[in-house]
Nanobody, 126 residues
Framework: QVQLVESGGGVVQAGGPLRLSCASS????????MGWFPQAPGQEREFVSA????????SYAESVKGRFTISRDNAKNTVFLQMHSLKPEDTAVYYC???????????????????WGQGTQVTVSS
């Protein structure tokens, strides 16, 4: 198991940027594929981005392609989500998730992840 702690959330105006971080502790970070899943009030937690264990492969939801960039620093046990051109509909609690992998596969389904952080609130004002 890994422990995940998100940070970097806040209030930002529409069109602005924000960078989220997720620090991992416990097991070897490079054993895990990572993902970001926002959850808006009254809605399901949904996939926005994932990265494989060595950072060589990424995936994005259509709604964030060209605006969000996921990256990771295995030496610092941290995954990032750089968000640009934020929209009010991006408002949500953003959860970081980890999935133990054998190879370098990437996962986009929330039920494929079994380690979750506590979330960080992102609010985009119009």
């Amino acid at each position: 198991q890994v422990q995940l702690v998100e940070s970097g959330g806040g209030v930002v105006q529409a069109g602005g940027p924000l960078r989220l971080s997720c620090a991992s502790s416990g097991r070897t970070f490079s054993w895990y594929g990572m993902g970001w899943f926002p959850q808006a009030p009254g809605q399901e937690r949904e996939f926005v981005s994932a990265i494989n264990s060595n950072g060589g492969s990424t995936s994005y939801a259509e709604s964030v392609k060209g605006r969000f960039t996921i990256s990771r620093d295995n030496a610092k046990n941290t995954v990032f989500l750089q968000m640009h051109s934020l929209k009010p509909e991006d408002t949500a609690v953003y959860y970081c998730a980890a999935r133990r992998v054998v190879g370098t596969e990437i996962a986009t389904g929330k039920y494929e992840y079994n380690n979750w952080g506590q979330g960080t609130q992102v609010t985009v004002s119009s």
